[in-house]
């Protein structure tokens, strides 16, 4: 048993370690490059996530500033109204005393 690993000592040249410790430097490289693409994946779905829920959120506001522009002009229409129904009880209030 101690001659093999004395002749698998022998034969590891620094070529061969060379080549070894080049192969492992590679794969970690690769390894390093995917988990970053991964990680701009998942930051590139969440940017496009927010972007989303922002674009809901101005249809959301625009749709209630529309809403509340009818609803003001609603009002000023009823109280326009309001005004010249006074103005006629009024004028029929001074025809009578």
Known sequence: MYVH??????????????LV????AL??????AVM??????????ILAG????MRQLVQRYEQLAANSLDA???VAADLAELRSRTNT???ILR???
């Open 95 to 97: 025809t009578v005393e």
């Open 21 to 24: 410790l080049g192969v492992l």
């Open 72 to 74: 003001q002009q609603r």
């Open 89 to 91: 009880i009024e004028q």
């Open 36 to 45: 970053a693409t991964l990680h701009e994946f998942r930051k590139t779905r």
């Open 5 to 18: 690993a004395a002749q698998a000592a022998e034969s590891a040249t620094w070529p061969g370690t060379i």
């Open 27 to 32: 794969g970690v490289v690769l390894i390093v």
């Open 50 to 53: 927010q972007e989303e829920a």
